[in-house]
C-alpha cells in the first residue's frame, strides 16, 4: 500500500499533480460485421466509483482500433452490465460523456446493417456478452520506471463469430506484458 491506494492501480504525482496511471486497449473485429459497443474502468469495491474514461466505439468489420489509454483501474470492461449501469446511472454527472447512446448496450452488438441505415447499431446478426477483467488476476498495471504514466502491457480484446455462444459471438482476451 502507497498512501492507503493499492500500488497496483494507484494514481500518482509528477509535478505535484496526481495523474492517473494509464493502460493500453485495443481492439480488433474478426467478424463480417459492425461490432457496437461501450468499453471504460471502475472500481467495484468503491461504492461511488464512476466509469473514468470510458469510451464508445463502432468497429468496423475485420479492423482493428487504434490503441486506446485507458485509467487503469481494477475492472476494464467492455459492455460488462455494471458498467452500462454505472454510465447510464451517472449520465447528470459531468464527467460523464455520452458519445453514442446507441452504443450504451449490455455486451457487443454485431450489425450487418449499411451505414447510414436506422439498424446500423442494432444487434441484427447477433450480440456477444460484456466481458470484465481484473487488475492483478487478468493483467497488470506496473510500470517499469517510476517516471512512466502507462503500465508496461497491452490488453487486447478480439471479436469472434462463434455460433456455440450465446448471440452467436464471442470475445476473446489476450494480456502482452511488455
Not at 14 to 34: E, K
Not at 73 to 88: K, N, P, Q, Y
Request: proline fraction near 6%; aromatic fraction near 8%.
Amino acid at each position: 500500500m502507497l498512501g492507503n491506494l493499492s500500488s497496483a492501480t494507484s494514481d500518482f504525482a509528477v509535478n505535484g499533480q496526481l495523474v492517473p496511471r494509464a493502460i493500453r486497449v485495443a481492439f480488433i473485429n474478426n467478424t463480417d460485421f459492425r461490432a457496437v459497443f461501450t468499453f471504460g474502468a471502475y472500481d467495484p469495491l468503491d461504492k461511488d466509483t464512476l466509469p473514468t474514461g470510458f469510451s464508445q466505439l463502432r468497429l468496423e468489420p475485420q479492423t482493428s482500433s487504434e490503441t486506446f489509454l485507458q485509467p487503469c483501474r481494477r475492472t476494464f470492461s467492455v459492455g460488462g452490465a455494471e458498467l452500462i449501469r454505472l454510465i447510464d446511472e451517472n449520465r447528470n454527472d459531468p464527467s460523464v460523456n455520452i458519445t453514442d447512446e446507441r452504443a450504451l448496450v449490455d455486451g457487443v452488438n454485431f450489425s450487418g446493417a449499411p451505414l447510414g441505415d436506422p439498424l446500423e447499431a442494432d444487434p441484427t446478426e447477433g450480440t456477444a456478452e460484456g466481458s470484465d477483467k481484473q487488475v492483478g488476476v487478468d493483467f497488470a498495471c506496473e510500470r517499469k520506471d517510476i517516471r512512466d504514466t502507462t503500465g508496461t502491457g497491452l490488453l487486447i480484446f478480439t471479436f469472434e463469430s462463434d455460433g456455440a455462444s450465446p448471440g452467436g459471438f464471442r470475445i476473446d482476451f489476450q494480456f502482452l506484458a511488455s
